[in-house]
């Protein structure tokens, strides 16, 4: 599982240090490189050459801090064998997120060099994006189902992480629910445009997320397994 997921990291971290090696050879010195962009895609933000390749350099510096962090989780989980029942899912979700990562940094780093050398059309990367993040739902979707109580995957809540038959429940119904949000964020990010694109995909995530955090409340009510007292872990 971590050996892995080290290598998604490795082979994600490398094409994102291939990306910034780029910008730096191709982005010119006295030229204001575009380092922000609206929902339509127009840059409404800007920097100098040495601020924006360390706008950029802030990518791969957090693919590095997670891939440490994923890496050590399995170590420091109180449920240690859960995770590793998880591996599947925990493999999974951390090789797409790096992946997703990695096509990011190459994006932006298309977006500077195109901006800096006076490109003005719209640039539409910004829905490849919002569609990869929709892509990404879909994964964590199909996996939450096959999920078991841990401290770094899953829906954590008090009622999740003190009762398998909630965390169970809660997941095989919210993980459908990735699915679709994260269906509906692909269709949005090629049919809508301008701030609406991200609302409306924040927006759905965010009603499942917050559902999946009501119905595990509700579901744990009339749990035979729940923890209390004295053994309420959290």
């Known amino acids: 599982m971590i050996k892995t997921g080290l290598i998604w990291s490795g082979l994600a971290i490398a094409a994102m240090l291939g990306s910034l090696a780029w910008a730096w050879s191709a982005l010119p010195a006295g030229v204001d490189i575009p380092v922000h962009w609206g929902p339509n895609g127009e840059a409404d933000g800007f920097a100098t050459r040495d601020k924006a390749l360390l ?3 802030i990518l791969p510096a ?3 801090f997670t891939s440490i962090l994923l890496a050590a989780a399995p170590y420091l ?3 240690k064998a859960n995770l590793r029942r998880s591996r599947q899912a ?3 979700i951390w090789a797409s997120s790096m992946v997703l990562l990695a ?3 190459a994006g932006i780093a298309l977006m500077m060099i195109r901006g800096a050398s006076g490109a003005t059309d719209s640039n539409e990367f910004v829905r490849f994006v919002m569609a990869g993040c929709g892509v990404l739902f879909v994964i964590i979707g199909n996996y939450l189902p096959k999920t078991r109580k841990s401290f770094f995957l899953g829906i954590r809540t008090p009622w999740t992480l003190t009762s398998d038959y909630t965390w169970e429940k809660t997941h095989r119904l919210v993980g459908p629910l990735y699915i679709i949000a994260g269906l509906i964020g692909i269709v949005i ?3 809508m445009s301008g701030i609406w694109l991200v609302f409306s995909f924040v927006g759905t995530v965010l009603a499942v997320s917050l559902f999946g955090v009501a119905y595990s409340w509700w579901v744990r009510r009339n749990a035979n397994d729940r923890n209390e007292g004295a053994d309420y872990v959290v």
Do not use: E, K
Request: proline residues 6%; hydrophobic residues 60%.
């Open 103 to 105: 096509a990011l940094t």
């Open 90 to 92: 925990y493999t999974a």
């Open 189 to 191: 990010a090629f049919t």
């Open 55 to 57: 706008i950029l350099a």
């Open 62 to 64: 957090s693919a590095i």
């Open 77 to 79: 989980d109180p449920f």
